[in-house]
């Protein structure tokens, strides 16, 4: 990336682990497939689906990086490489943030619930169930959370889902004067 008003280039911060809190989560991690990049704000972490949970909870029991808190549960629509499942922590006592992600093929949008790790991932999962269509396995409670429950194909953020056309523009049929009355 050139920074135009220096004509330098930057170093991608990605390639460059070594200003993050990456050794302390890889060994936190020992024996769980983890890859870390290095992102603008948070240190981003990448495991397979099937092992999400249990870096989770590592994350978080670790006494060193005391990951309590689970700020955002969401996902990222990939289209045709599938659909990240990404889980933003920060630690209470650190003040550290990670980000962990999960990768899930599009033919089969599924992984376990992260409840018995963080209870507030409840509606975090039942919205993003909702929003994006990925099934959480284990999951409480797995009602809508704001579209009704007969809207069971229905996933309006992903990148397929159709914008509705504007039914009234924006102002008309409101009561407001005329212009020049």
């Given at each position: ?10 170093t ?36 397979p ?33 599938g ?9 209470t ?19 376990d ?39 069971t ?16 523009l924006?102002?008309?049929?409101m ?5 020049g009355?």
């Amino acid at each position: 990336m050139t920074n135009e008003s220096t004509d330098q280039t930057e170093t991608a911060p990605e390639d460059d682990l070594s200003s993050t809190i990456w050794p302390q989560v890889d060994r936190a991690l020992a024996g769980i497939t983890a890859r870390g990049e290095a992102g603008r704000i948070d240190l981003i972490v990448h495991v397979p689906r099937d092992e999400v949970i249990d870096a989770l909870r590592r994350l978080k029991t670790d006494e060193t990086l005391s990951f309590d808190y689970l700020r955002s549960l969401t996902a990222v629509d990939n289209e045709d490489e599938g659909m990240d499942v990404v889980y933003h922590l920060y630690s209470t006592t650190t003040r550290h943030n990670v980000t962990v992600k999960a990768t899930l093929p599009n033919e089969d949008l599924s992984l376990d619930t992260a409840t018995p790790v963080w209870k507030g991932a409840n509606w975090l999962e039942r919205e993003t169930a909702e929003m994006f269509g990925i099934r959480f396995h284990g999951h409480p409670d797995p009602r809508n959370l704001l579209m009704p429950e007969d809207m069971t194909d229905v996933f309006p953020l992903r990148k397929s889902h159709p914008l509705a056309e504007i039914e009234i523009l924006q102002g008309e049929g409101m009561g407001y004067p005329e212009e020049g009355a």
